[in-house]
């Protein structure tokens, strides 16, 4: 029994320390502005018009978030099993981000047979700011299944070069696709490192005279290709607006000002993205991993994680259009180089004769794991367990909070009007749930209001032009949040 015990027991810590940066707490924040408030509202959409083809915002066949749907219709299978709410949108990336850490620990007990290296690239994974974040693991957003597609293609991958079992080749293919069907060519982004390691190995050459490259890439063009196509028969001109958003138009031109110099992933790992504990033991993972380690196998992960962490990184470092959770995909990676270092400083620690001597348990590999790992996995705990606005965002989702509290009840929003300048994504989807409730509300010009409208208005701007030019009465303040009683123009 105690034996057994303790078996199971690593198991059980794991689960308990994946949870709440995961799991815990993910519907506090409101839904954010941008890709997760499109994606939400193409998922409830999706939901109501049962268009399972061509994502829709706003009614109309959406041409501005042109990636393919795979996220969209986890979001569909969620809200029909948990209602249309933030859990509902978020729950997909938790899920995709719990599956990847699985993925890590079940490679490391498969390649290595060792279950504390996959233990420790775990860790390291969800100690990772940049990983357990927003536009990462914490919202729904594209990158954390993408993540998970393009972790388990390279593994597979890997996995084939050293069994060459095909099995392992067609996993790859459909993976890739997957990656694909999540957001489009950036599910391709690992495959010049993919290509450079079968080059190493001496696959590359075998590969192309066989006959099961041909059919897993077959099976890669039926789903990708096929995918593409169905929705410009349903949608033309979908093909072109891929062109523009996602191929030529993002990567050799900048999108939406989002302009930086080469070293901007590098520099945010190293300010915020990445923590220090776990940066500065990249270079000791792979110079451990490459030429201290003499063991095969190691060499050959270190050697194919280094790869996919370099060339994924010069490709997007390159690319016009950078924006910071452009590196999600890097940190499973990353953490493996990093596991290399410290499970090897872990097994040193479990060997010495005079702990196996002096302790009835050597505690002293464990005790060096928590006192690397602490510092990083608070601030990760500390941002997920009581989730909270930065202090320049919080006025400007001071709205999405009254919406989420009308939803409950809080405030009663029956035939008023929301005032808003700008992309209302975030505001619609909220909009969205109160119609279905039965609440009447809607977005309107605020230089149309009329006699007898009662409106909503939380920019500054906003509620200026309103009390300029409009007699009125306040009915209700809360916060930066202003309800009016418009009596008409003023003269």
Same mark, same amino acid.
């Given at each position: 029994?105690?034996?057994?015990?303790?078996?199971?027991f690593?198991y059980?810590?794991?689960?308990?320390?994946?949870y709440?940066?995961?799991?815990?707490?993910?519907?506090?924040?409101?839904?954010?502005?941008?890709?997760?408030?499109r994606?939400?509202?193409n998922?409830?959409?999706?939901? &109501?018009?049962?268009?399972?083809l061509?994502?829709?915002?706003?009614?109309?066949?959406?041409?501005?978030?042109?990636?393919?749907?795979?996220?969209?219709?986890c979001q569909?299978?969620?809200?029909?099993?948990?209602?249309?709410?933030?859990?509902?949108?978020?729950?997909p990336?938790?899920?995709?981000?719990?599956?990847?850490?699985?993925a890590?620990?079940?490679?490391?007990?498969w390649?290595?047979?060792?279950?504390?290296?996959g233990?420790?690239?775990?860790?390291?994974?969800?100690?990772?700011?940049?990983?357990?974040?927003?536009?990462?693991?914490?919202?729904?957003?594209?990158?954390?299944?993408?993540?998970?597609?393009?972790?388990?293609s390279?593994?597979f991958?890997?996995?084939?070069c050293?069994?060459?079992?095909?099995?392992?080749?067609?996993?790859?293919f459909i993976?890739?696709?997957?990656?694909?069907?999540?957001?489009?060519?950036?599910?391709?982004?690992?495959?010049p490192?993919?290509?450079?390691?079968?080059?190493?190995q001496?696959?590359?050459?075998?590969?192309?005279?066989?006959?099961h490259? %041909?059919?897993?890439?077959?099976?890669?063009?039926?789903?990708?290709?096929?995918?593409?196509?169905?929705?410009?028969?349903? &949608?033309?001109?979908?093909?072109?607006?891929?062109?523009e958003?996602?191929?030529g138009?993002?990567?050799?031109s900048?999108i939406?000002?989002?302009?930086?110099?080469?070293?901007?992933?590098?520099?945010?790992?190293?300010?915020?993205r990445?923590?220090?504990?776990w %940066?500065?033991l990249i270079?000791?993972?792979?110079i451990?991993?490459?030429?201290?380690?003499?063991n095969?196998?190691? &060499?050959?992960i270190?050697?194919f994680?280094f790869?996919?962490?370099?060339?994924?990184?010069?490709?997007?470092?390159?690319?016009?259009?950078?924006?910071?959770?452009?590196?999600?995909?890097?940190?499973?990676?990353?953490?493996?180089?990093?596991?290399v270092f410290?499970?090897?400083?872990f097994q040193?620690?479990?060997?010495?004769?005079?702990f196996?001597?002096?302790?009835?348990?050597?505690?002293?590999p464990?005790l060096?794991l928590?006192?690397?790992?602490?510092?990083? %996995?608070?601030?990760?705990?500390?941002?997920? %367990?009581?989730?909270?606005?930065?202090?320049?965002?919080?006025?400007?989702?001071?709205?999405?909070?009254?919406?989420?509290d009308?939803?409950?009840?809080?405030?009663?929003?029956?035939?008023?009007?929301?005032?808003?300048?700008?992309?209302?994504?975030?505001?619609?989807?909220?909009?969205?749930?109160?119609?279905?409730?039965?609440?009447?509300i809607?977005?309107?010009?605020?230089?149309?209001?009329?006699?007898?409208?009662?409106?909503i208005?939380?920019?500054k701007?906003?509620?200026?032009?309103?009390?300029?030019h409009?007699?009125?009465q306040?009915?209700?303040?809360n916060?930066t949040?202003?309800?009016?009683?418009?009596?008409?123009?003023k003269?």
């Open positions: 029994m105690k034996e057994l015990f303790f078996k199971y690593k059980v810590v794991l689960i308990a320390i994946l709440m940066p995961i799991f815990g707490h993910l519907d506090t924040l409101p839904i954010r502005i941008w890709d997760e408030s994606l939400a509202v998922a409830y959409e999706m939901l &109501n018009d049962e268009n399972h061509v994502t829709h915002f706003e009614g109309k066949p959406d041409m501005w978030n042109t990636k393919p749907p795979f996220m969209i219709w569909v299978v969620c809200m029909k099993l948990l209602g249309v709410n933030e859990l509902a949108v978020r729950l990336s938790a899920i995709a981000a719990f599956l990847t850490c699985m890590l620990l079940i490679f490391s007990q390649y290595l047979k060792n279950f504390w290296f233990f420790i690239a775990i860790f390291v994974l969800i100690s990772t700011q940049g990983y357990i974040s927003l536009h990462g693991t914490r919202t729904g957003d594209y990158d954390a299944l993408l993540t998970l597609f393009t972790t388990l390279g593994l991958f890997f996995a084939f050293e069994t060459k079992k095909y099995r392992a080749l067609y996993c790859f993976c890739t696709a997957l990656a694909v069907l999540t957001k489009s060519v950036t599910g391709l982004l690992f495959l490192a993919i290509l450079i390691y079968g080059i190493i001496k696959q590359f050459i075998p590969l192309l005279k066989n006959k490259f %041909y059919f897993g890439l077959l099976s890669f063009l039926t789903l990708v290709v096929g995918y593409y196509l169905l929705r410009e028969a349903n &949608n033309t001109g979908y093909i072109a607006a891929v062109w958003n996602e191929l138009g993002r990567y050799l900048v939406e000002n989002h302009q930086h110099d080469f070293w901007f992933y590098l520099k945010n790992l190293i300010d915020f990445l923590s220090m504990t %940066y500065v270079p000791f993972g792979c451990t991993g490459v030429l201290v380690i003499k095969k196998k190691v &060499n050959r270190t050697l994680s790869l996919m962490v370099i060339i994924f990184f010069i490709i997007i470092s390159t690319a016009q259009t950078k924006l910071e959770w452009y590196d999600i995909p890097l940190y499973p990676f990353l953490s493996i180089i990093v596991a410290i499970h090897y400083v040193l620690l479990y060997n010495v004769k005079w196996r001597q002096k302790l009835s348990v050597n505690i002293i464990y060096f928590f006192l690397i790992g602490i510092v990083p %996995y608070k601030k990760v705990l500390d941002k997920t %367990y009581k989730p909270k606005e930065y202090f320049w965002r919080k006025d400007f989702y001071e709205i999405g909070y009254y919406l989420k009308a939803i409950k009840g809080k405030y009663h929003l029956n035939k008023q009007c929301l005032l808003y300048e700008g992309y209302h994504a975030h505001n619609l989807f909220y909009l969205n749930i109160l119609n279905d409730k039965g609440i009447e809607s977005f309107k010009d605020w230089k149309k209001l009329e006699k007898e409208d009662v409106v208005a939380s920019q701007n906003v509620k200026q032009y309103v009390e300029e409009y007699n009125h306040v009915l209700n303040s916060g949040i202003i309800t009016y009683l418009i009596h008409g123009n003269q």
